[in-house]
């Protein structure tokens, strides 16, 4: 090791100023427009960020063609379409003929399922009207005291669907109807008839108007009334029936005029509106009363002369 002491660094001398060289300056005082200017501050400019979007946006390799192929700085790779082997179906080794007949047959086939599946369809929605009407008529034709009207009606020799159609006409199965005039119950009767009828079944003496609204005594003496009008008429239910409604005593003046019935027996016009209507509302509501509660067809009446 070396004891020897470095050598001290030597200090740099600075030149004189030469006063001669020195150029004088713009006087201090004197301003210009060039000076007087307020010089705008330097705008800082802020680097641009593109270069590293590109350098992230080109991380990607598969993106990085995407892009350059989207700028055509290269081809676009052709697309290799892979060759289909053609497969024939089971009927492509039989004959033309023979295949345009099998095809024949298939479109005969298709015809005839439609027309069978149309026909099934068409039956179904005809048989559904069918009984969505049945039943519309039993709503508007109920039957209640079948119990009563059934023996009475058989034993005076009536069809049961006429004095069910003639309840339902006349009070609509309600026991204490009245009407304007004074009829009264189930079937209607006047005080003056209700009373003949008593006498005739010898009641008279435990016979009350009140008694009209029991639904057993109303159907009672209805049914004897109209199994009267039934042997006085012959059991024409088109007479019975208007002589129930308007009298017997009108029944027998309309069947002497010729211009009502042309043999004195058949009525062939009712002359009063109401009574018509009433009419062929009850022999309506009759054949519907045989169509669903009563098919089995029931005696003649008797034309046996009333007592």
């Known amino acids: 090791m070396n004891d020897t002491p470095s050598p001290a660094p030597q200090r740099r001398r600075r030149r004189p100023i030469d006063p001669d060289a020195v150029q004088p300056s713009e006087p201090v005082g004197e301003l210009t427009r060039e000076n007087a200017r307020p010089q705008a501050a330097p705008q800082r400019t802020r680097p ?19 892009r350059r192929r989207r700028q055509g700085e290269m081809a676009p790779r052709p697309v290799s ?12 080794s039989l ?37 969505e009407a049945e039943a519309a008529e039993r709503a ?28 339902l006409c006349e009070s ?4 204490h109807a009245e009407s304007h005039l004074g009829a009264r119950g189930l079937m209607q009767l006047m005080p003056d008839t209700a009373q003949w009828v008593a006498e005739k079944l010898d009641e008279d003496g435990s016979y009350t108007i009140d008694s009209l609204y029991d ?3 109303n159907i009672r ?25 308007a009298g017997q005593g009108n029944v027998d003046s309309w ?32 054949d519907v009363y045989r169509k669903h509660y009563f098919p089995v067809a029931t005696p003649e009446p008797s034309a046996s002369p009333a007592p």
């Open 48 to 66: 641009s960020a593109a270069p590293q979007f590109e350098r992230a946006r080109s991380s990607d390799p598969r993106e990085e063609i995407v």
């Open 81 to 92: 379409r892979k060759k289909t082997k053609r497969t024939h179906g089971p009927l492509a």
């Open 221 to 245: 003496y209805g049914t004897w009334y109209l199994g009267y009008l039934s042997r006085r008429f012959g059991g024409d239910a088109t007479k019975i029936v208007c002589a129930y409604h």
């Open 255 to 286: 069947l002497s005029n010729p211009k009502y019935s042309a043999d004195g027996v058949t009525l062939t016009t009712i002359p009063t509106q109401d009574t018509a209507t009433y009419a062929a509302r009850v022999l309506r509501a009759r």
């Open 172 to 175: 609509s199965f309600d026991p």
């Open 95 to 131: 004959p033309a003929p023979l295949r345009i007949a099998i095809f024949a047959v298939l479109i005969i086939a298709f015809f005839v399922c439609a027309v069978f599946i149309t026909k099934s369809y068409l039956a179904a929605m005809e048989e559904r009207r069918r009984l």
């Open 215 to 217: 639904p057993e005594t």
């Open 140 to 167: 508007q034709h109920p039957l209640y005291y079948a119990d009563i009207i059934v023996p009475y009606a058989q034993a005076q020799g009536l069809d049961p669907a006429l004095v069910c159609a003639v309840v």
